[in-house]
């Protein structure tokens, strides 16, 4: 029986694959503007599309052109409809078209930046290196303060009050809206209306030091009363030790100093320079949604922040012994 | 002969003024310009609670009507000088009189990109009502 060899792709064919894999890769996702669940990113996708489309047909007639004019008919042509075809096609269409994709981008982009009507929930965001205070409104006073963690209640619209500690952010949840920088000394707004429920990753778009590509954050779009009863529930003090290893963590968290930067309710740990830690065992993820939060990165996060974050402030707690770390760990991942 | 020699004369590089030819891109830089700084020095400093875009748009609409009288006078200038003395559209000779008529339909059409671009930048004011 005869085997019928297949020549093996070239590197150059395998190269092209494999880019098309990744371009075909964003297309979908929980961080993708292609797969909108919110009413802002459904019409930046409208007129992703358009725009593609209108390129797609410009590039085939372009193509067809070539080819009519090398292959089909390589003769000369006539010199003043020749000339006339350049300035139509070379110069009139395409103002027209560039016109019209103008007008009608610009006019997407009030109703995407309008300030939403009053009593609309407000959200408190402000960007750090490399991590994301997040504020709730609290109607009993303080608000209620988490990190890098974002929970929206589906089919109502948000305004996210934005500003910076630092350097310049960008704050982008690319399934739900558009972006809006975040600039020291100043604050800026972004209202996005959720519509489907789900998992969503949200990052900062502007480069901004060492670690920019570890400030993540996930978004859980959520009905209306898993949001209430989720946030009622971040709303309270932390949970006590259940067991004697947590309480010899929570005794070391409060002896080796981490109060002084983080707050943990409910202790006397009311630092503010890190993030709010008085649930951080709830959360999907560690350190701006670089890890899963399990206990072995809890631990991983403790002793080798500076390998895992480069440049962040959070100091290596090196003179901790492993049994100090686990009761550290397992103290901070009951704070549910 | 001696016509030719009068146009190499009075055609010749010397006599040329070859930043009138620059003159509408410029002027469409310095309106994307203008613009800008008077967008954001008004929305930071004098947009108040209201946040009145009205009268940074009347700006960008002076800006606009000076922009498009200066591009449109170079434009206007190069056309003439392309069709000066010459009904055709070609200038391929290597005498002084096309480079002359070459540099004319440059500025020409610098001009008219220029118009287009400035009109797509006073066009953002046209659908912005408020600094936000």
Redesign the interface.
């Known amino acids: 029986m005869k085997v019928i060899e297949m020549p093996a792709a070239s590197d150059a064919v395998k190269a092209k694959l494999i880019c098309a894999g990744i371009l075909i890769s964003g297309c979908s996702g929980s961080q993708s503007a292609l797969s909108p669940a919110g009413a802002g990113a459904e019409q930046i996708a409208s007129l992703f599309w358009w725009m593609a489309g209108g390129a797609t047909i410009i590039w085939v007639i372009m193509i067809a052109l070539s080819i009519y004019t090398l292959h089909l008919n390589p003769d000369a042509h006539h010199r003043q409809k020749s000339?006339l075809f350049i300035i139509g096609g070379g110069?009139i269409a395409p103002?027209i078209i560039?016109?019209i994709l103008?007008?009608y981008g610009?006019?997407l982009?009030?109703a995407l930046?309008?300030?939403p009507p009053a009593g609309t929930l407000q959200i408190e965001v402000q960007g750090y290196q490399w991590w994301w205070r997040v504020r709730y409104p609290n109607q009993s006073g303080e608000p209620i303060e988490l990190a890098n963690e974002i929970r929206l209640p589906r089919g109502e619209p948000v305004e996210f009050i934005l500003s910076s500690k630092d350097v310049v952010h960008s704050f982008w949840i690319p399934s739900l809206g558009g972006k809006v920088d975040m600039i020291p000394g100043r604050t800026t707004?972004l209202t996005l209306h959720p519509t489907k429920t789900g998992r969503f990753r949200g990052a900062c778009a502007e480069y901004c030091g060492a670690s920019h590509a570890y400030m993540n954050f996930t978004v859980d779009v959520v009905e209306k009363a898993e949001y209430d009863e989720w946030l009622a529930q971040q709303s309270a003090d932390r949970l006590a030790p259940r067991n004697e290893a947590a309480e010899r963590g929570e005794e070391l968290f409060l002896q080796t100093g981490c109060g002084a930067c983080h707050t943990i309710r409910g202790t006397e740990a009311d630092g503010t320079i890190g993030p709010d830690l008085t649930h951080i065992g709830s959360r999907n993820s560690l350190g701006a949604d670089m890890f899963v939060n399990n206990r072995e990165n809890l631990q991983n996060w403790i002793a080798h922040v500076s390998a895992l974050k480069p440049g962040v402030k959070m100091p290596e707690f090196r003179a901790l012994s492993d049994d100090e770390y686990q009761s550290l760990s397992k103290y901070l991942e009951q704070l549910k | 002969m001696e016509q030719e020699q009068h146009h190499s004369e009075k055609y010749h590089e010397r006599h040329e003024r070859i930043w009138f030819m620059f003159l509408p891109p410029f002027v469409w830089a310095l309106h994307l310009l203008a613009c800008y700084l008077t967008a954001a020095i008004w929305c930071a400093k004098y947009s108040g609670s209201a946040n009145s875009f009205t009268t940074v748009r009347i700006a960008i609409g002076i800006y606009t009507l000076l922009a498009i009288a200066v591009i449109g006078y170079s434009g206007w200038s190069g056309f003439r000088r392309h069709r000066h003395l010459a009904a055709d559209l070609s200038h391929n000779d290597d005498t002084p009189l096309d480079r002359y008529r070459f540099l004319g339909m440059a500025t020409f059409l610098l001009a008219a990109l220029s118009t287009v671009a400035t009109l797509f930048v006073a066009t953002v004011a046209l659908f912005f009502g408020n600094c936000d």
């Open positions: 000339a110069a103002t560039l016109t103008l007008i610009l006019n982009l009030p930046l309008a300030r707004h």
